[in-house]
């Protein structure tokens, strides 16, 4: 009987703040949607300022509420980013695997984080848009079936849509111990896998004040955007609100 109770006893459950940083277009809001919502928006308009969301992840052991700031990519509004990620205990830099610049980018964000944001924050470095990789690679491998004679080119052309290897990315990602993946938000591919791997990496120490952690940062986020936005710049909260919040998309 205890035991029977015991199972049946709810999980602790802990919020997570987590900001996205990363380039415009390289997908941010997209994996955001795809992990919210399961879902993909081909033309997606770029975030204007920040969009909230929030997702609960479950774990074996207990419930993480993620606490999503998805901030916006163009340059006008890199200087809101610390309103953004301050207090956070996670970080998603995201990057474009077909846009070499986007990961020189990254770089600069996870520079900033390591600098100003909360000691022992959590950063996986994302890459973004395997799925061009993938249709790249399929369309060559058809071009080489049909034309044997020329192997050696299709072979060449192989990934050409591929801009930044993997072993690069991740020889990066292991020098500056953040977690690594690769994902398509287009397909869903290791998107639920970021943020699982993030939910258990958040030491244990952090998730006990992860309550208290949340609402001051939270907090600061709201008067940055009462001082500096209007309501249509989190443009997608009325998504978020509507949305599935209490399933897991882990």
Known sequence: ???????????????VKLVLLGEAA????????RFVNNDFQPNKEPTIGAAFLTQKCQLPSRTIKFEIWDTAGQERFASLAPMYYRNAQSALVVYDITK?????KAKHWVAELQRQASPGIVIALVGNKLDLCEDDASADSTAEESESGDQGDAAAEDGAARKVSMKEAKAYADEENLLFFE????TGHNVSEVFTAIANAIPETSLKGARGGATSGSGGTQ????????????????????????????
């Open 1 to 15: 009987m205890a035991d029977s109770a015991q199972a049946s006893a709810p999980k602790p459950s802990s919020s």
């Open 26 to 33: 390289v997908g941010k809001s997209s994996l955001v949607l």
């Open 100 to 104: 070499a610049s986007s990961l020189v």
């Open 183 to 186: 994902t398509s938000a287009k």
């Open 223 to 250: 008067a940055a955007i009462s001082a500096g936005q209007d309501s249509s710049r989190v443009n997608l909260n009325a998504r978020a609100e509507g949305g599935p919040k209490e399933g897991c998309a882990c």
